[in-house]
């Protein structure tokens, strides 16, 4: 079947069943999986629309809740239409998007009626929205929830662009305060200034002055500070990217203590380490950095052991000037890493090598990001009353990212040339293909999931 067509059922000799993968039939109606049943070879009426995917594994989509799209305002970097194409060709059926770093931020009301207005009609994935919390917009908070946002983010440093500027604590306990009871989230960038470090003659080219100028210790300090505020309020909180394995230890002593405290990590802290990073190479460029190969591999415990939550991609896109590729200085180069479309894969590469399983990956990529974005009822499970959103891979198959198979706007990535296990070969958004074998549906066929509201409404 063509992508934009519509299926009623996908037959599968591999479909991953809580824990168990078994041959089965998934039935879809009205955009919802309505049953599955436990024998793909099960005789089905005539008048369905059957897709029979042979021996390809068939999980839930992936929910990404940590996207940069920034539409409007800084469409060059990426945009919409370009950014969910890649998502559908990555298996990902449902994307955040960060309040950051479009034009305006999502920090007020009428900042997310923008927002939504440039994304009507582009989305070829479901899409949700993340507000921002900055100095002086307490009294948007709840506004934007009974608007339907996913929740809030902050930064305690600066944030890369003047528009998003960073909280102080005095900030933070009028957020909390806005937030309690609400049900809302606020998610942390978890890094903060501590004493300066010196200046010296280190060459801005090498990887290591760069990583030098963000130590561990920046982001063991924010959250000390996030966990404190969180025991405080008891309101839910969420460090997003975490990259180092220092604040492990503090994370787990405050859930512990009765914190609402979720973590991610990335796609890049579990694939790549400084070691390996070449000099001028700014495409490897994030922040926080990616640190040594012994922290990556703390990483991996944590996420084993369940003191990570979630794994994500951080997609942040530039434009190649802002990567400074003509002086590779890391120190003046944007910070961010485009990684939308090659989550998965990128998991599972090493994942598969590390003892995790295909449900794993469902808890980690699918579940628990959808439970983090309050869409768990519809999203991340194959499970009768959810969306017949779908990714049908290969976990086997192996594959190079090459620019010809990037959808991203901006081809600059630091996978370029890696070779990747697990190929995604179509996927389905309530039961319709939007992505097969590098087509896509003739029209973007992703919902907004926001509630329509004026400015004015409150709580």
Same mark, same amino acid.
């Given at each position: 079947?063509?992508?934009?067509?519509?299926?009623?059922?996908?037959?599968?000799? +591999?479909?991953?069943?809580?824990?168990?993968?078994?041959?089965?039939?998934?039935?879809?109606?009205?955009?919802?999986?309505?049953?599955?049943?436990?024998?793909?070879?099960?005789?089905?009426?005539?008048?369905?629309?059957?897709?029979?995917?042979?021996?390809?594994?068939?999980?839930?989509?992936?929910?990404?809740?940590?996207?940069?799209?920034?539409?409007?305002?800084?469409?060059?970097?990426?945009?919409?239409?370009?950014?969910?194409?890649?998502?559908?060709?990555?298996?990902?059926?449902? !994307?955040?998007?960060?309040?950051?770093?479009?034009?305006?931020?999502?920090?007020?009301?009428?900042?997310?009626?923008?927002?939504?207005?440039?994304?009507?009609?582009?989305?070829?994935?479901?899409?949700?929205?993340?507000?921002?919390?900055?100095?002086?917009?307490?009294?948007?908070?709840?506004?934007?929830?009974?608007?339907?946002?996913?929740?809030?983010?902050?930064?305690?440093?600066?944030?890369?662009?003047?528009?998003?500027?960073?909280?102080?604590?005095?900030?933070?306990?009028?957020?909390?305060?806005?937030?309690?009871?609400?049900?809302?989230?606020?998610?942390?960038?978890?890094?903060?200034?501590?004493?300066?470090?010196?200046?010296?003659?280190?060459?801005?080219?090498?990887?290591?002055?760069?990583?030098?100028?963000?130590?561990?210790?920046?982001?063991?300090?924010?959250? +000390?500070? !996030?966990?404190? #505020?969180?025991?405080?309020?008891?309101?839910?909180?969420?460090?997003?990217?975490?990259?180092?394995?220092?604040?492990?230890? #503090?994370?787990?002593?405050?859930?512990?203590?009765?914190?609402?405290?979720?973590?991610?990590?990335?796609?890049?802290?579990?694939?790549?380490?400084?070691?390996?990073?070449?000099?001028?190479?700014?495409?490897?460029?994030?922040?926080?950095?990616?640190?040594?190969?012994?922290?990556?591999?703390?990483?991996?415990?944590?996420?084993?052991?369940?003191?990570?939550?979630?794994?994500?991609?951080?997609?942040?896109?530039?434009?190649?000037? #802002?990567?400074?590729?003509?002086?590779?200085?890391?120190?003046?180069?944007?910070?961010?890493?485009?990684?939308?479309?090659?989550?998965?894969?990128?998991?599972?590469?090493?994942?598969?090598?590390?003892?995790?399983?295909?449900?794993?990956?469902?808890?980690?990529?699918?579940?628990?990001?959808?439970?983090?974005?309050?869409?768990?009822?519809?999203?991340?499970?194959?499970?009768?009353?959810?969306?017949?959103?779908?990714?049908?891979?290969?976990?086997?198959?192996?594959?190079?990212?090459?620019?010809?198979?990037?959808?991203?706007?901006?081809?600059?990535?630091?996978?370029?040339?890696?070779? #990747?296990?697990?190929?995604?070969?179509?996927?389905?958004? +309530?039961?319709?293909?939007?992505?097969?074998?590098?087509?896509?549906?003739?029209?973007?066929?992703?919902?907004?999931?926001?509630?329509?509201?004026?400015?004015?409404?409150?709580?």
């Amino acid at each position: 079947m063509k992508p934009g067509s519509t299926v009623d059922a996908v037959r599968s000799q +591999r479909v991953l069943c809580g824990n168990d993968i078994c041959p089965a039939v998934i039935i879809i109606k009205d955009g919802k999986i309505h049953n599955i049943l436990p024998h793909a070879d099960l005789p089905l009426d005539d008048s369905y629309k059957v897709l029979d995917v042979g021996s390809k594994l068939v999980m839930p989509g992936v929910v990404d809740c940590h996207v940069h799209v920034n539409e409007p305002g800084r469409k060059n970097w990426e945009g919409y239409w370009t950014a969910t194409r890649a998502a559908a060709a990555g298996g990902v059926t449902t !994307i955040a998007d960060m309040p950051l770093n479009s034009i305006p931020p999502t920090t007020t009301m009428v900042n997310l009626m923008e927002k939504i207005q440039a994304a009507e009609g582009q989305c070829f994935v479901d899409t949700a929205f993340w507000g921002g919390v900055v100095p002086g917009n307490q009294g948007e908070l709840r506004p934007m929830i009974k608007a339907g946002i996913a929740g809030f983010k902050c930064f305690l440093i600066h944030s890369g662009v003047d528009e998003f500027p960073h909280v102080t604590d005095d900030d933070l306990h009028s957020a909390m305060k806005q937030l309690m009871g609400t049900g809302s989230v606020l998610l942390f960038h978890a890094e903060k200034e501590v004493q300066a470090i010196p200046v010296t003659d280190e060459d801005p080219c090498e990887y290591s002055t760069f990583l030098r100028s963000r130590p561990d210790i920046m982001e063991l300090e924010a959250i +000390r500070t !996030i966990t404190q #505020l969180c025991l405080q309020y008891q309101v839910r909180c969420h460090i997003v990217h975490l990259s180092s394995a220092q604040p492990l230890k #503090l994370i787990q002593e405050a859930r512990q203590a009765g914190a609402p405290l979720t973590v991610e990590t990335t796609h890049h802290y579990l694939t790549l380490s400084a070691e390996h990073i070449p000099p001028g190479a700014t495409q490897f460029k994030c922040c926080p950095p990616i640190r040594g190969k012994a922290n990556r591999e703390q990483l991996w415990s944590a996420l084993k052991t369940g003191q990570i939550d979630m794994v994500v991609s951080d997609h942040s896109p530039c434009t190649p000037d #802002l990567k400074k590729l003509d002086t590779g200085d890391f120190t003046q180069a944007w910070g961010g890493i485009s990684s939308l479309q090659f989550g998965l894969s990128l998991f599972w590469t090493t994942a598969s090598q590390k003892g995790f399983s295909l449900s794993d990956v469902v808890r980690l990529l699918c579940q628990k990001p959808a439970e983090l974005c309050g869409l768990d009822q519809q999203k991340g499970s194959l499970s009768p009353g959810h969306d017949a959103d779908l990714v049908i891979w290969d976990p086997e198959k192996e594959f190079e990212v090459t620019e010809s198979r990037i959808h991203h706007k901006n081809k600059l990535t630091p996978y370029l040339g890696c070779k #990747l296990r697990g190929e995604v070969c179509s996927t389905l958004l +309530r039961g319709n293909i939007i992505y097969s074998q590098g087509s896509f549906s003739p029209q973007p066929l992703g919902k907004l999931l926001v509630r329509q509201c004026q400015p004015q409404a409150s709580l």
